[in-house]
DNA sequence: ATATGTGCAAATCTTTTGCAAATTC
DNA sequence: GAATTTGCAAAAGATTTGCACATAT
């Protein structure tokens, strides 16, 4: 099962003085020059309005439902579209349910994901030291940063007390 | 405080006054009473002393030129137990090479990988605002951290500069 | 002696690919 | 019309599983 706490709904609201956003697949894809198909734009679609993270099955299984005839490659091939451009990021949510990869539009602010290994709720959480740690690695290391991903397992609050 | 940067050969220096280093996961295996095979000493011992980071066809290529009798699924199984036990991290590296997961024992640090998507070197880096940052999510969030991964992906210093 | 671990071979799950037909610009 | 994308079906890659036999405590 999976819980969201706090997914875009609430991850839109504030950090600090800034507002955590998910900037238009479909704007930064014409943009960019994309040639832009029906599928393409239905799955970029879901992936931009879904509440949850998904994953490939899941994402097609949804997109069947508009067209059925979207094929497995057609969202593989346009997930590796979204992550080589840098659009989406990709999820393993401590692998709580399998191997598989999630995926969500990303965010104008890098945030981890918390998975209780328990009750399998995630959690998403943005923090200015987050911040600060990308700009010392990038600085230390001398990396130009494209990706990050910070993912984290253990126990929510209420699996810890249950538990104890 | 200071930070250090290293690659796996170099991890194991210090950061700041402390030492990085990586508990014996066959005493700690000991201690727990986990019943030892000669195949569970043999696997753990590679993925103790190998000086990068193994996936689990590796670590079964290297394990079969002591015993040829070592198979696939005990690899799995084997990893699986060191996991569930919290004994090994489990890594992507940022896919640089495919799907497979990447296993290395357990540092007294956590520390993050940065993987570069030009010519594959990966850095290891550990640093005090990983630290806080940790401390940080614990306290915010409720929850009790059991595991931690965080990876970076990029261009290295030279692949950046020879690009520009 | 009993519980646990292992090899084998087959199955499962996720993702990728070659190619002819369809679509976009 | 040329270049790109798609469906299909098959392949590939990674990991898991059932079961009879072997091993550890």
Redesign the interface.
Known sequence: MTVIIATESQLGRSKGNHIITRPSLMEELHERGVRMTAQRRLLVSIIQDSPRHLDAATLLKIAKQKDSAVDRATVYRTIALLKNLGLID?L?L??LEG?KHYYEAKTNWDH?H?A??QCGAI?E?A?S??E???Q???K??????????????????RC?KRAS
């Open positions: 990709e393993d401590m692998h191997e981890c918390i209780c290994f959690l959480y923090s030291s987050f600060r740690l990308k010392d690695i990038a230390r290391s001398g990396f130009q940063i494209r990706v990050v991903r910070l993912e984290v397992g253990g126990l929510c609050e810890r």
